[in-house]
């Protein structure tokens, strides 16, 4: 073996860690809540799902659009669904739709109990025991949060907790300007956000 082979041989696995250092050291200084979905400007996949509270009725695709919305990816393992829980009944109450996909719980009855307990904020719950529809959405955990427009398009994708900095810097804008878009009237502590594309 000529010296050439035996230096590549060497340097071969120091090259492979400095790469492996480098992506790594790259990550500490990325924000995993402005992870960017290729879902973003596209339809939500078509999916068959059942409903939470009654297995024997399916929805598709179909439940998406018609309206803005809000799709909130949630689950009772998953303590920062609990911390977000309060403020997604808040939204609620202020008349957000929002379809609520439980991912992989570990069981129907669990994800019904904490519904029951901690109120729904949900107009549409679906059941993604194997986690499917998330997985053609890209998600990467729960909780995560997807702006949906009236055309069924994704316009923003939030991955962690929905509170009100989130709501107010991120998402309040784009999901009242769908609402404008699709004919629908604004809350009156909104309309800022909606006249000349609001001041954000």
């Given at each position: 073996m000529n010296q050439k082979v035996?230096?590549?041989?060497?340097?071969?696995?120091?090259?492979?860690?400095?790469?492996?250092?480098v992506f790594l050291y790259s990550g500490l200084f990325s924000d995993p809540s402005k992870l960017e979905s290729a879902l973003v400007g596209r339809q939500v996949p078509s999916f068959e799902l059942?409903?939470?509270?009654?297995?024997?009725?399916?929805?598709?695709?179909?439940?998406i659009g018609g309206r803005p919305m809000l799709l909130n990816v949630w689950a009772t393992w998953c303590p920062t669904c609990y911390a977000e829980h309060t403020f997604l009944n808040q939204l609620r109450e202020e008349g957000v739709y929002i379809i609520g996909l439980n991912y992989k719980d570990d069981s129907r009855r669990a994800a019904v109990n904490w519904l029951q307990e901690l109120d729904d904020p949900y107009q549409i719950n679906l059941f993604d025991e194997t986690g499917m529809l998330a997985l053609d959405l890209g998600v990467y955990g729960a909780p995560e949060t997807y702006v949906i427009d009236a055309d069924g398009v994704i316009l923003h994708r939030h991955v962690g907790d929905m509170n009100q900095r989130v709501w107010d810097t991120q998402v309040a804008q784009l999901y009242?300007?769908?609402?404008?878009?699709?004919?629908?009237d604004v809350p009156e502590?909104?309309?800022?956000?909606?006249?000349?594309?609001?001041?954000q």
């Open positions: 035996k230096t590549t041989i060497f340097l071969l696995p120091l090259v492979a860690f400095m790469g492996m250092a059942p409903d939470l509270y009654t297995p024997d009725r399916t929805h598709n695709e179909s439940i009242y300007q769908a609402r404008v878009a699709a004919g629908m502590q909104y309309q800022h956000l909606v006249v000349d594309g609001g001041s």
